[in-house]
Structures are given as structure tokens and as C-alpha cells.
């Protein structure tokens, strides 16, 4: 074991990962930990019924928010991996189709909101938070240095946004804001991020690019993207699924909160989201490892060992994954006492079992890369088609039953079910999360 660790820190390509993705790591532990510590002052501050009007605001908008992203983000990192020469043109229309779904997104919003039980002040939230995606089309950015596995200039960004966010948030709790001061928060950390990208990108281009005007008139902004109208059709004809697959994606994440909403309180919500945010936290070393490693997995295309790498890693988030199911079952009651007071009194049953959830994506999370790596994106539209329907189902007959602990045995029922469907689409990728699942052939894999 000494050995094949010294031989670790000898081999280029791991280092190269390992150390995109600690800087990666350190980022999402430091927004764990300020993110849990600013995050619980506001839950606590703004209690239940605020805080889950809130929580409500941000699901509902979440719904639509993947019109925004357009499903781009892995299919423009594939192919800057492929053809870096393209770059600008890969990065600028990017950014165009994202800022156009980013427009479509508050129409459709101004449309869905009639079909609701909401007042004005809600809206009113929900159009603020809403507004952040324009802001976000400039994340392709971060596209371009997870091609070039550059993640720490993303990380300062993440770092910056966060800690001014944090003392804005802190200041509000502080002089007693009301509940829509933190709806623009989100707009604000939104627009700190944007100009972190734009900051970062210009001083980190490459010393041979000459910057021109971005393709837009009267406008002197010294990029060299450029928008191609031919490349859009391309993206979009292999990013089509994943658009359809997002929005399924954030139904299946938000639809709960809305649906409790309707069909209880705002209270319930509150109770509902907090377990959420907290159970969220244990997603973030998921989305590091992914997005890390996923031009290691593009480039892995094809190889005869290519299972072996996904059963590897699978493996590898199986056993943090089981760690974190011990931690939480043991530990909630106190955890929600401890962090959010008697008045989320129902959170800690709740958290219990969307865990189990969370375990679930654990042991499939790298899969989502191989779909996209092999252009297999329908595949993913399908699998989360699944989730949403069995989702939407179980909710419609478990929460009338349970409250908000049906709402949370629908997540986990509709989780396994996803799993299971694997069989049926890649049984390679399904036998790998079995044997993941009993731990089999741990130490014999090697990712590297």
C-alpha cells in the first residue's frame, strides 16, 4: 500500500486530478461550513414559515432554471477536452444560448405563476431570485477551466462570492431585514460571481489569443467569443436530452417543496426544506469528484479498462456515502436541536430518511459521465423521467397520508426505483453498482 501511494505522487496524470480536485474540496468544505453557519442563522432568524416561503420561492424557480442552462455544461466541457482550437467559439455560443434561456426562463415564470395559489409578495420573490440566471450565463467560464482541470481560478471566484454574500446576510439578520432583503441576496452573490468570472477568465487567457469585440453592436467588451450559428445547432442537437433531462432533474428536486406548499403550509415547507439544505451538503463531494475528473473520463473513452475506472470510483463514493448514512442516523436529533432549535421539531425524522436518498446517488453519481462521454444523453432523459414520474406519483399519495415524511419516503422510493432501471438500460453500470453496494473487489480496481 506504501509503495503503490509513493508511486501515486510520481504519476503526473493523478497529481494533475488530485490536485484540481483538492482545490475543488477545499472550496465546497469552506462554503460547507460558512454556508451551515450563515445558513442556520437565517433558518433560525426567519423560522419555519418564513424560511419555508422562502425555500418555496427558490423550488419554484428551480423548476425552470434548467431552461436556462440548456444542458450545455458537460457537452461544452467534452468538447473543448476534443478541440481546444475552439474555444472562443465553443465558450461564446455557450454563453449566448444560455443568456437567451436565461430570458425564456422569466417568461415562462410570468406564465407558470397564474397557475398558482400565490400572493403578490410572493411573486414577487420568485421573479427576484429568478433574475439571477441572466447573471449565470457567464459560468462558462467554469467550463472552460474544468477543460483545462484549472478548477482553483473557479474556487477563488466561489471563495469571494461567498464571504461578501455571507457578511450581506449577517448584516441583514443583524438589522432585522425582512424576509425579500435575502431574495437579493441571491441576485447580488449572482452578480459577484459573474464579474469573479469575467476577472479571472481575461487575466488567465492564453498570452497568444487577440481579443476582439464580442459579436454583439456598439459593445467593447474585450472578449474574442464569438457566436456560431452552426455550432449552436450542434451543441443543441447533443445537448437536446440533457435540456429535457434538467428540467426533469429539477422537478424531481423541487417538485416536493412546491407540492407540500399546495397541498399543506408554508410551515411545512420550512420543516421539509431545512432537512433538505442539510442533506444537500453531503452532495457537494459528489459534484467535486464529477466535475473533476470528468475530462479523465471523456479522455477514457473507449479504453479496455474504462469499467473498471467507473466501478473504481463508484466503490470509492459507495463507502463515503455509507459513512455519511451512519453519521446522520446516529447523530440528527441532536444535529437539528443543536443547529436550528425546538421549533424545526419534525426535520430530524425527515433528514433520516432523505439520506438514504443521498446514499443512492453515491453509488451511481459517476455513471452520468459515462452517458455523456459515449454521447448516450437519452439515456440519461430516460432515467430521470423515471424519477420524476414515480416522484410525482408517490407524492401525490404519500404526502396526504404522511406530511412532509411521505414527501420524503417518495424521494427515497423513486431513487431506488432509478437505480433498478439501470438493468434495463447499461447492466455493466448496473452490476457495477451492485457489487459497489456489497463492497466486492474494492482494492483490487485502480482508477489510475
Not at 468538447?79 to 467559439?89: A, M, Q
Not at 492564453?206 to 457566436?227: G, M, N, Y
Not at 453500470?429 to 480496481?445: K, P, T, Y
Request: proline share 2%; aromatic share 14%.
Amino acid at each position: 500500500m506504501i509503495e503503490k501511494l509513493k508511486s501515486l505522487r510520481n504519476h503526473q496524470g493523478f497529481m494533475k486530478y488530485f490536485k484540481n480536485t483538492s482545490w475543488l474540496f477545499g472550496e465546497k468544505i469552506l462554503r460547507m461550513i460558512v454556508g451551515l453557519f450563515v445558513g442556520i442563522w437565517v433558518a433560525r432568524y426567519l423560522g419555519p414559515e418564513q424560511f419555508g416561503l422562502f425555500a418555496y420561492a427558490q423550488s419554484f424557480v428551480g423548476l425552470f432554471t434548467a431552461i436556462a442552462t440548456l444542458g450545455l455544461d458537460g457537452i461544452v466541457v467534452r468538447e473543448l477536452v476534443k478541440d481546444e482550437g475552439r474555444r472562443d467559439e465553443l465558450i461564446g455560443t455557450a454563453f449566448w444560448l444560455k443568456l437567451m434561456g436565461a430570458l425564456t426562463v422569466l417568461i415562462v415564470l410570468a406564465t407558470a405563476v397564474n397557475f398558482t395559489s400565490n400572493d403578490s409578495y410572493t411573486n414577487s420573490l420568485v421573479f427576484i431570485i429568478a433574475s439571477a440566471t441572466i447573471f449565470q450565463s457567464f459560468n462558462v467560464v467554469d467550463m472552460y477551466f474544468q477543460s483545462k482541470v484549472l478548477s482553483k481560478y473557479v474556487v477563488y471566484v466561489n471563495v469571494i462570492s461567498l464571504f461578501i454574500s455571507s457578511i450581506v446576510k449577517i448584516g441583514l439578520i443583524l438589522n432585522e431585514a425582512p424576509l425579500i432583503a435575502f431574495a437579493w441576496v441571491i441576485l447580488f452573490d449572482s452578480f459577484i460571481l459573474a464579474c469573479g468570472f469575467i476577472y479571472f477568465y481575461l487575466k488567465n487567457r492564453p498570452h497568444s489569443e487577440q481579443p476582439t469585440r464580442l459579436t454583439v453592436p456598439d459593445t467593447e467588451i474585450s472578449f474574442a467569443w464569438k457566436f456560431n450559428p452552426s455550432t449552436a445547432l450542434s451543441l443543441l442537437k447533443d445537448s437536446w436530452p440533457l435540456i429535457l433531462s434538467g428540467i426533469v432533474i429539477s422537478i424531481y428536486m423541487k417538485i416536493d417543496q412546491v407540492m407540500i406548499k399546495e397541498m399543506m403550509n408554508a410551515e411545512a415547507v420550512g420543516q421539509y426544506s431545512a432537512a433538505v439544505k442539510i442533506a444537500e451538503i453531503f452532495l457537494i463531494p459528489i459534484s467535486v469528484l464529477i466535475s473533476s475528473l470528468a475530462p479523465y473520463f471523456y479522455k477514457r473513452k473507449s479504453h479496455l479498462d474504462e469499467y473498471e475506472s467507473y466501478e473504481y470510483l463508484s466503490q470509492f463514493m459507495t463507502i463515503i456515502g455509507a459513512l455519511i448514512v451512519f453519521i446522520i442516523v446516529i447523530g440528527s436529533d441532536f444535529l437539528i436541536n443543536l443547529l436550528l432549535g425546538h421549533e424545526y421539531n419534525q426535520t430530524s425524522d425527515v433528514l433520516k430518511i432523505i439520506i438514504f436518498s443521498i446514499f443512492l446517488v453515491y453509488t451511481t453519481a459517476p455513471f452520468g459521465g459515462f452517458f455523456i462521454a459515449h454521447n448516450r444523453t437519452v439515456v440519461t432523459l430516460v432515467v430521470t423521467v423515471i424519477s420524476v414520474v414515480s416522484n410525482i406519483a408517490l407524492n401525490l399519495v404519500l404526502i396526504p397520508l404522511d406530511g412532509i415524511m411521505g414527501a420524503a419516503y417518495a424521494t427515497f422510493f423513486a431513487r431506488a426505483i432509478t437505480s433498478a432501471a439501470l438493468f434495463f438500460i447499461e447492466r455493466k453500470l448496473f452490476w457495477i453498482q451492485v457489487r459497489s453496494l456489497l463492497f466486492i473487489n474494492l482494492f483490487r480496481s485502480k482508477l489510475f
